[in-house]
């Protein structure tokens, strides 16, 4: 638009001086539409002018390895949100929120103002317009667009069994203790009668066999405590395959109905997973923040009898404790 202004300068400059060393009428028959044609190439544009606004078409996901077009159009909201044909300009900052690049892209107007979005690795991108404006016909006045609020982009990870998978069976073969309030269960404990005791839950064969009253105690798992310590490294790929095997470990002890924490150890945060919206919090939060660098300390781990560790820089087991890693 700059350019346009200095061109018209130039131009009116030209016929001023034209119209007052030359005494003919065609100099003035010359200046003076010069003179009135911005205010002419506005009067034409303002239908246009009013209430433009820019239109971002952002897709919420998608899977890693996809690609996705961001598309961006500045709009007239006075006219039904007709695209709107006067020239001008849109600039888009795509942010990744992992490692807090940004890339910035800037398109003239109207035209084909798309990104073509590769996601090569897991997280979320926030797409914003941080600027555009239009201009009349001739585009000497410019006018500011409304803006739409900052976009995110999800790319997903895909969850990928780790090798060797984790032993998860062993989560299985647990201990039992009485449960609470008694009621149903599928396991039970031969005990003798102790006064108190429903007479519902006297086991008569037994109590036949050794002339004492025994009873049928229900019992329940109790399953060893279950942990994911998560711990990826600065590095980007590292960080696309730690996040695959935790979740598909995570999804594997929810799929068994086993309950089970996750450990980032480069934050100290421990979360609980006990249903799929807990692990989709986890992920969520995960890809929107920055990624730990190599000066991140590692919080202590907490203790648990059954342990997979993802990502490069887990620390290995210790001593009495079992575990895989990824």
């Not at 009135?36 to 919420?60: D, G, N, Q, R, T």
Request: aromatic share 10%; hydrophobic share 45%; net charge neutral.
């Amino acid at each position: 638009m700059a350019s346009r202004r200095i061109v018209y300068a130039l131009i009116l400059i030209g016929l001023s001086a034209f119209w007052l060393f030359y005494d003919g009428r065609v100099s003035v028959f010359l200046f003076v539409p010069a003179l009135a044609l911005p205010f002419v190439s506005l009067l034409v544009s303002l239908p246009f002018l009013k209430k433009p606004a820019v239109y971002a078409e952002v897709p919420s996901s998608v899977a890693r390895g996809g690609e996705v077009t961001l598309a961006f159009s500045i709009r007239s909201r006075r006219n039904q949100g007709l695209p709107c044909p006067l020239p001008g300009s849109l600039r888009v900052a795509v942010r990744d929120l992992m490692d807090g690049t940004t890339a910035k892209y800037v398109f003239p107007t109207p035209g084909d103002a798309r990104i073509l979005f590769k996601a090569s690795h897991s997280g979320v991108w926030q797409i914003e317009t941080v600027r555009a404006s239009v201009t009349d016909f001739l585009g000497l006045w410019s006018f500011r667009a409304a803006l739409p609020s900052p976009s995110r982009l999800t790319v997903n990870p895909i969850p990928a069994e780790p090798s060797p998978s984790p032993e998860i069976d062993n989560l299985l073969a647990a201990s039992y203790r009485p449960k609470p309030g008694g009621g149903f269960s599928e396991f039970h404990e031969l005990r003798e009668y102790r006064p108190g005791d429903p007479v519902r839950t006297l086991h008569w064969k037994a109590s036949a066999k050794t002339d004492k009253p025994v009873v049928r105690e229900a019992e329940e798992a109790v399953r060893s405590r279950a942990l994911i310590v998560f711990a990826p490294s600065f590095d980007r790929a590292d960080a696309d395959a730690a996040l695959d095997a935790a979740v598909w470990v995570s999804g594997e002890l929810l799929r068994r109905e086993i309950p089970h924490e996750i450990f980032a150890q480069k934050t100290g945060a421990l979360v609980p997973i006990r249903v799929e919206e807990d692990l989709a919090a986890f992920v969520g939060s995960f890809l929107s923040s920055p990624l730990a660098g190599p000066e991140a300390e590692d919080f202590p781990e907490p203790g648990a009898e059954w342990v997979f560790r993802a990502g490069s820089d887990a620390r290995p087991a210790e001593i009495g404790r079992k575990g895989a890693g990824s």
